[in-house]
């Protein structure tokens, strides 16, 4: 009996993985570089001195049509040397602007707020937004915005983790796993979560849901816009597949930092569809069932097993290598090791309490 159940899970698991590489393949029309429109980059940040820098110099190297580009950079009331290192950089640069946080929007709280105090003063049609940990490749805002045919909402783009050793390896992993079912799920037009670090939508879209002012307050705001703009049931909300709109992130650097990071987005995933709630628990009964499966120990669930490690590293494999990120497969096992022990764990952390730390805040 163990057994079949077993196949079952792992069967769904199968079609749920094949789901997410059909939805990631999905292709979309590009406009000309000389037709792209206005576009503005937000980075809010708070406290990130070690990182500002590394950002800020990527930044300065983007490739964009001239004088359709603004690049607002947010200083949450930081209280190290943040605001200090931007105002040097940004000093001889008249395509940078740094505002200070000191206007609360609505009820809105952290770095929702500072979003909205940048979106209400910037000038360009498209908003592209990205974190302070992350360094853009100089192609990323023309890659990103040449996807906005009249049509489209929102465009976001793929992200990976610098690499050194078998925990930053595994981070990566695990992000490009959990941006290939974003991806596959929004070009399917099922949208389940997204990641703000690199992400862009329509100012006037973003106007006509009413500002995060007017979405309920989430830690994972950029998850709460996209599926505000995916109710109005009216613009397209693509994810494509294009390495040259890549972002590359910082990792975190230890467990409780980890763990900090992905309790916020499960909690920010509450309010996911019920599509949702359908990917996490097969692949919360998939990994059960592996932990189990000791104890029932047969040839049949050795195989099962091993179709499920697979199934992954397929999917893996296929999308580190269009991303040119091959390298991170050597730590797949890592990966696999701690995805089991996060997806079970992860669930019954968010059930027992939902109170999530950030960025030295309480939410």
């Given amino acids: 009996m163990f057994e079949l159940i077993f196949a079952i899970v792992i069967g769904l698991y199968f079609i749920q993985s094949l789901i997410f590489i059909i939805g990631i393949q999905k292709t979309f029309p590009k406009i000309d570089t000389n037709k792209l429109p206005s576009a503005s980059v937000i980075v809010a940040c708070r406290n990130e001195e070690n990182y500002i820098l590394r950002c800020l110099s990527a930044l300065n190297e983007l490739e964009y049509p001239e004088g359709k580009l603004e690049i607002i950079i947010v200083d949450d009331n930081s209280t190290d040397r943040t605001g200090v290192i931007i105002d040097e950089f940004i000093a001889d640069k008249p395509l940078f602007r740094k505002i200070i946080t000191k206007k609360e929007i609505g009820k809105l709280k952290g ?7 940048a979106v209400e003063i910037a000038n360009g049609e498209i908003i592209l937004t990205t974190d302070a940990d992350c360094a853009v490749s100089k192609n990323w805002a023309k890659t990103i915005v040449s996807y906005y045919q009249k049509d489209v909402a929102v465009v976001n783009g793929f992200t990976s983790q610098e690499t050194k050793d078998y925990f930053t390896g595994m981070q990566n992993l695990d992000f490009l796993y959990l941006l290939t079912v974003s991806s596959g799920t929004i070009n399917l037009k099922k949208p389940l979560s997204c990641m703000g670090n690199n992400m862009s939508y329509r100012k006037s879209v973003y106007t006509e849901v009413g500002g995060y002012e007017s979405i309920p307050f989430s830690v994972t705001e950029d998850f709460n816009l996209l599926m505000a703009i995916h109710e109005l049931k009216k613009y397209k909300i693509i994810y494509p597949f294009d390495n040259e709109g890549m972002v590359v992130s910082k990792p975190c650097k230890s467990i409780v930092e ?20 359908v990917v996490v628990g097969t692949g919360f009964l998939t990994h059960t069932m592996i932990l189990l499966s000791p104890f029932f120990f047969s040839s049949s669930a050795f195989i099962l097993i091993f179709f499920k490690l697979l199934i992954d590293f397929q999917l893996l494999y296929f999308v580190t290598k269009k991303l040119r990120n091959e390298k991170s497969m050597k730590y797949f096992f ?5 995805y089991l022990l996060y997806v079970i764990m992860l669930p019954i952390s968010v059930l027992l309490s939902q109170k999530v730390v950030w960025k030295g805040r309480e939410y």
């Avoid at 770095?111 to 105090?117: E, I, M, P, R, V």
């Avoid at 992905?262 to 996911?272: D, I, N, P, T």
């Avoid at 890592?334 to 701690?338: E, K, P, R, V």
């Fill in 334 to 338: 890592q990966f696999q090791l701690y």
């Fill in 111 to 117: 770095k929702t707020n500072a979003l909205a105090n």
């Fill in 258 to 277: 980890l763990y900090n990071q992905k309790k916020r987005w499960a909690v920010g995933g509450l309010k996911a569809p019920l599509v949702g709630f």
